[in-house]
């Protein structure tokens, strides 16, 4: 590890130990941090997968029901039964912090409560496959929008990750290496300076106590 470009003084060497010690610190915050992120995004991303799993089925059963619809009823009665509908959805966007991400929140609300309100057809004149479709899809909407929610939450999480191994990486192999090779540089350095200069005093004393003999 090189070592820094800088004059080995005691004071240097002061500033050098403030600042290996807040390094130091600072990297223990940073693997924790780390740690703890790659927690939470573990969870995330096992809950991510059993959601997906669930999408995908709801998904696919309301389209092999809208398919078995499409074929019993024709495409102007299937387009004037959802022309109109009667429930409203509104979703609410919303940030939460964690461990210093914004990661986004959904908050999905329904303009009533009744599940019938989901139909906006008579069944008179419709299939029950057509129910089975909008019943699905009804039934699929909230696991969506967590999906989504979750996927984004993942994608903040993992840069975040990134970022954060990469910082503990440069304190870890870089900055802290260099700190103590540097450390270690000027304390040699003082101490062979300190070895001179007792050394250069006690020629100085000896020459002195022989002149004053000679004197």
Do not use: W
């Amino acid at each position: 590890m090189a070592v820094m470009n800088v004059n080995p003084t005691r004071m240097e060497l002061t500033n050098l130990k403030r600042k290996l010690v807040t390094a130091r610190r600072g990297h223990k915050l940073l693997k924790d941090k780390r740690d703890e992120l790659m927690r939470r995004f573990l969870d995330m991303v096992r809950e991510n997968k059993a959601l997906r799993k669930e999408v995908e089925e709801g998904v696919k059963k309301a389209n092999v029901a809208m398919s078995v619809a499409r074929c019993v009823m024709s495409d102007k009665a299937l387009d004037v039964a959802l022309m109109l509908p009667t429930q409203e959805m509104h979703l609410d966007v919303t940030e939460k912090n964690v461990m210093s991400v914004m990661i986004p929140e959904f908050d999905v609300k329904f303009r009533t409560a009744n599940e019938h309100d989901i139909y906006s057809y008579g069944f008179a004149n419709t299939s029950g496959d057509l129910d089975t479709a909008v019943k699905a899809l009804s039934d699929i909407m909230p696991k969506m929008i967590r999906l989504a929610e979750i996927e984004k939450s993942c994608r903040l999480m993992a840069d975040e990750i990134e970022k954060t191994r990469r910082r503990v990486n440069a304190l870890e192999h870089v900055m802290i290496p260099q700190y103590e090779e540097t450390i270690k540089y000027i304390t040699m350095k003082l101490d062979e300076n300190e070895r001179s200069t007792t050394t250069r005093l006690m020629k100085v004393k000896d020459m002195m106590l022989a002149k004053a003999h000679n004197y």
